[in-house]
């Protein structure tokens, strides 16, 4: 193909349709492979008209030519469609639209990716990511032909792609190349005039249903872009709209073990609920037993499952007995489900909840207390066969800043994995972030203020999810389970946000399936957005352990996010991923499922300084209403957040003295809250631990700056640094990505932007404002 001509009206179609934005969609794909000639029939939405001639093709919408404004793309001179991969190729196809639409519109609001070449007539347009990192452009004539345009009144009425490549060159000189142009503009009557009759032919075609593939057009349809949000939809409205490899992980067969992995906003959730609900209408129509369990993290995401269930399919699977329904559902959380085939309650104050704001407190102060009792009573002792690497970094990093990384130690590696006794804590490897341990007497010292930490629980007749899942795994492995599980066993097992469990919760489910040699069984992770390794433990865990019969499936395209938000997030990733060996940037090379629509309440990212900490709390909310205006969004719709415990404080104290309308995430996912602030016009504030799993359309977070994130503390060791570094960028990503449309982050412009941020000032993704 030498040419592409795009009228307005088919740019308008192309950059609003929703399975346009994505090689991921069906559409997306294809449009790509048409454009490049690999394909010679394409259908799609929307009502745009292919009509071709010898040379090349041209998108068109009804109406007098002379009325119209066109993108030439000279494909020969330009190599648009072919320079880069599908997925960019279709980035830069459709940022070039926007550019246009944009342009034709008389705008000047253009952004830094979009180069207006003083004293010529060239654009140069950078279209893809910067974190791509290969510095693609596209250079434009905006006025090619000018003077015989002008004589002929055609003048602004077209924009010409001559050129695409990765080195920059002189636009004063340079020329582009007008062969092709010209047989666009010869052509552009005889193809216009023609259209009415083809319309006609097509509709009559239509009609008889006649088609069968032999129009090279896209078929007229109405749009389906237009998404309410909140998975407000049915099965049946959501299977059109996805993508090719959400549509391949919803119905996948229901034996296939499959583990899902995609970044925040891919739409693992609702695909995995898709997933569920698509079995089990499959079930109740062929009339075969169900039993499907749905497993979440925790109580707070219980709730906000069964909601978006009962959108999807209001048939109460859910509500049926599974002692005596064929087909039915339960969502649970673990320690539930653990305690129940334990036939054991458990009452809500006796249970330590980890993704409790209260509970973390409180395991934090037992920790700190039995860390101190450990210095005081047994670190003496214990010195002389401690390695010198271990025993000098106790001895230097003062009890408060050692909590955190007791925690994470006493989770991952005593609770979490390797089981109650010390001897099986002495096989594990070091966490490569964490605790320096290295010898079995360091191993001994921390086990010991394990148990200090752990009499501290039994003396308050608490128990902690460990402990329910430890009893549990003690009693599934015997004779009595597996009788029972013929009976009691699952069909189908779905679990949320896999990267919030630990390695001893991983083996647990595979005791839950109805048949011990069938794994029916799909998690659905992103470990980035785990605190510490906890993420790159578990999808280690999945691959080794269950890699012989999972199927892994990735999600690419982000539909949560603006593109700028993604790029930021991104650009979090890749500082993380560049630091810590097993860090993983999950957003690497995704694309952004957003519409010109959606786009059009997006607004810049930005980092705002403020003089200190009073003002930023108060430019905070000031910033919120201010975005909530711009963005048409409601308050609930808004997320005031931050990574440190005292300015969260600050925060809430500044809104109670002003009386400002807000409610606080007090747990992780707590989409109880989420509904309170919908109804009563609230707008939510939580730390970055409490919002994962939720959405919204403006994120402010606040002292994103040095000495805060990561927080340094009194500590001056490598170790303890390091593991703060760890987890500030997960955090950051994760409050990053819960925004879709505008995003601010705010700091004191004495301490300076943090150092995460540094890769995103240098790539131009964050506007720094004073
Ligand atoms: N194919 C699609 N078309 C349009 N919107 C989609 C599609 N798939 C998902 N979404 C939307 O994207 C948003 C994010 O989806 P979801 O919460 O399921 O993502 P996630 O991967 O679970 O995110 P996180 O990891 O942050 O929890 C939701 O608003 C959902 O409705």
């Not at 693609?136 to 001559?162: C, H, Q, T, W």
């Not at 959108?311 to 653990?338: H, Q």
């Not at 002389?384 to 991952?412: A, G, Y």
């Not at 982000?558 to 991104?570: D, G, M, P």
Request: proline letters at 4%; glycine letters at 6%.
């Amino acid at each position: 193909m030498k040419y592409v001509c795009i009228d307005d009206g088919a740019v308008r179609e192309l950059i609003s349709g929703r399975e346009l934005q994505s090689v991921d969609f069906e559409d997306g794909r294809r449009l790509i492979e048409r454009l490049q000639g690999r394909t010679q029939v394409f259908k799609g939405t929307g009502s745009f008209l292919v009509n071709l001639d010898k040379d090349g093709m041209y998108l068109t919408t009804p109406g007098k030519w002379k009325d119209k404004k066109y993108l030439v793309v000279d494909c020969e001179s330009s190599n648009l469609f072919s320079s880069v991969r599908d997925a960019e190729t279709l980035t830069s196809l459709q940022k070039l639209l926007r550019f246009c639409s944009k342009f034709w519109s008389g705008s000047n609001a253009y952004t830094p990716a979009e180069k207006m070449i003083a004293g010529t007539s060239k654009t140069i347009l950078f279209p893809l990511p910067f974190s791509s990192g290969t510095g693609f452009r596209v250079a434009i004539e905006r006025e090619p032909m000018k003077e015989r345009l002008e004589r002929r009144d055609l003048s602004g009425n077209f924009l010409l792609v001559y050129k695409t490549g990765f080195d920059g060159a002189n636009s004063f000189t340079e020329e582009a190349s007008l062969q092709n142009f010209r047989k666009v503009i010869e052509a552009l009557p005889s193809v216009y005039d023609a259209l009415p009759r083809r319309i006609e032919f097509i509709n009559e075609h239509e009609q008889n249903k006649t088609r069968n593939g032999v129009f090279d057009e896209l078929k007229i349809a109405a749009p389906r872009n237009q998404l309410p949000r909140g998975n407000m939809l049915t099965l049946g409205d959501w299977l059109p709209r996805l993508t090719k490899q959400q549509r391949q992980f919803v119905q996948a067969p229901v034996e296939q073990a499959l583990r899902l992995v995609g970044a925040a906003g891919t739409g693992k959730t609702t695909t995995l609920i898709l997933r569920t609900m698509f079995i089990l209408l499959k079930a109740e129509s062929d009339k075969q037993q169900m039993r499907a369990l749905f497993v979440t993290p925790s109580e707070a995401t219980r709730k906000s499952i069964l909601e978006s269930l009962q959108v999807i399919n209001p048939n109460g699977f859910w509500e049926r007995d599974p002692k005596s329904s064929a087909v039915s559902l339960t969502v649970t959380t673990l320690a539930s489900i653990c305690a129940d085939k334990l036939n054991q309650t458990i009452q809500e104050t006796e249970f330590v909840d980890r993704d409790a704001q209260d509970s973390k407190v409180m395991q934090g102060l037992y920790i700190e207390q039995a860390i101190a009792e450990a210095r005081a009573n047994d670190f003496k002792s214990h010195a002389p066969h401690l390695s010198d690497k271990f025993r000098s970094f106790f001895d230097e990093t003062e009890n408060t800043d050692l909590v955190d990384l007791f925690q994470h130690e006493i989770s991952m590696q005593i609770k979490g994995r390797a089981g109650d006794p010390f001897d099986a804590y002495k096989e594990c490897p070091p966490l490569k972030y964490g605790l320096p341990v290295e010898t079995d007497a360091d191993r001994g010292f921390v086990f010991s203020v394990f148990r200090k930490y752990q009499r501290q629980l039994v003396d308050v007749a608490q128990f902690d999810t460990d402990d329910v899942v430890l009893s549990a795994t003690g009693q599934l492995d015997t004779p009595i389970w597996r009788r029972r599980r013929s009976l009691e066993g699952y069909d189908f097992i779905a679990i949320d946000e896999a990267h919030l469990f630990n390695i001893n919760e991983l083996h647990l489910f595979h005791y839950f399936t109805r048949d011990p040699s069938a794994a029916p069984i799909s998690f659905a992770i992103d470990q980035a957005q785990a605190v510490g390794e906890r993420g790159w433990e578990v999808s280690k865990e999945l691959e080794s352990n269950h890699g012989r019969q999972e199927e892994e499936l990735n999600y690419g395209t982000v539909f949560r996010s603006s593109t700028q938000i993604i790029e930021l997030s991104a650009s979090i990733l890749a500082s993380g991923a560049n630091l810590f060996s097993n860090f993983k940037d999950t957003l690497k090379g995704a694309q952004s499922g957003f519409t010109s629509d959606d786009e059009r309440r997006t607004q810049p990212v930005r980092f705002i300084e403020a003089v200190d900490d009073d003002t930023m709390v108060e430019l905070a909310f000031k910033r919120a209403a201010e975005l909530g205006a711009l963005t048409e969004s409601s308050p609930s719709d808004i997320l005031i957040t931050c990574l440190a415990p005292d300015l969260l404080q600050s925060l809430k104290d500044y809104a109670a003295k002003r009386r400002k309308p807000i409610t606080v995430l007090d747990r992780r996912g707590d989409y109880a809250k989420v509904r309170s602030a919908q109804r009563d016009g609230l707008m939510l504030l939580g730390h970055a631990d409490y919002v994962g799993g939720l959405e919204f359309n403006i994120v402010i977070v606040v002292g994103v700056d040095k000495g805060r994130v990561p927080y340094e503390g009194s500590s001056t060791t490598k170790e303890s640094r390091n593991f703060m570094r760890y987890i500030a960028h997960n955090r950051l990503y994760v409050a990053c990505s819960r925004a879709r449309f505008a995003l601010e982050l705010l700091g004191v412009k004495a301490r300076g932007p943090s150092d995460i941020l540094s890769g995103a000032f240098t790539k131009n993704l964050l506007e720094l404002v004073e």
